[in-house]
């Protein structure tokens, strides 16, 4: 409990954690509200899916929130302060836990805000163009709206596990853009199902069914999806732990 507080005291006195905090939010609600008014107006189809129109937010958000997730582990190499911090707390699992764990519920509470506020901002912005709207008593609708928050939380311990991994605030950032953002826009010159493939099982396109309302064929529902995503974090948190443990700092 001691580390948490400990940890939590760093978090919140950092500048950079309010300051990519309302990066985040502003960056999140705003594309959320502009993809859904552009995209109301723009037409209607039979695949329309005003939910995952409004939470399109989430696609710079991720990055956003990644960023601060890479902060909370590199800030303390490029200050020094992470030698002090080892020193304090020698069992170093549990150091990295008391990160996570601050930094889960800071990005889970700030994933939740961002979702929401999309959300009504994006169907009052479809409302007004005419489009059929969402509410939160559809099915599915809510799952996607708290699924979203999820999503971003995820990315958020993606950005830790990278930030622990490579020790590097340039070199996690750039890692993280290119997990999220790059590679899948790589495979899109790829052969048809080698493309197909990266669109249904690669981690973040695969949780991102998890805002998903209208299913898209040959994709994942959005649990399934969103189990791959949590693995995969799993794998690379567990990465950062090992190097966090073995290396010295």
Avoid at 10 to 22: E, I, N, P
Avoid at 60 to 87: D, F, H, K, N
Wanted: charged share 10%.
């Amino acid at each position: 409990m001691n580390l948490v507080r400990s940890e939590w005291t760093k978090f919140r006195s950092l500048r950079s954690t309010w300051l990519t905090a309302a990066v985040t939010m502003v960056l999140g609600v705003g594309v959320g509200t502009l993809a859904s008014s552009a995209q109301s107006r723009a037409g209607v189809g039979a695949d329309w899916d005003p939910t995952a129109v409004s939470l399109t937010s989430i696609i710079v958000a991720q990055l956003a929130i990644g960023v601060l997730g890479v902060l909370v582990m590199t800030a303390e190499y490029a200050t020094g302060t992470i030698q002090p911090s080892v020193i304090a707390a020698p069992r170093r699992g549990r150091l990295l836990s008391a990160k996570a764990g601050v930094l889960s519920g800071a990005a889970v509470l700030l994933g939740q805000l961002i979702g929401f506020a999309s959300f009504f901002a994006g169907q009052a912005m479809i409302a007004a163009a005419g489009a059929p709207h969402a509410t939160l008593a559809q099915p599915g609708v809510l799952r996607a709206v708290i699924g979203s928050g999820l999503y971003l939380a995820a990315i958020g311990l993606l950005g830790l596990g990278l930030g622990a991994v490579l020790r590097s605030t340039a070199g996690a950032i750039g890692t993280l853009v290119s997990v999220t953002l790059v590679i899948r826009l790589v495979a899109q010159m790829l052969p048809e199902s080698w493309r197909d493939w990266m669109a249904r099982y690669w981690p973040t396109a695969a949780g991102e069914q998890i805002v998903a309302v209208v299913p898209v064929p040959g994709t994942l529902g959005p649990w399934e999806g969103f189990a791959i995503l949590c693995g995969f974090v799993a794998v690379v948190c567990a990465a950062g732990y090992t190097v966090f443990r073995t290396r010295d700092t």
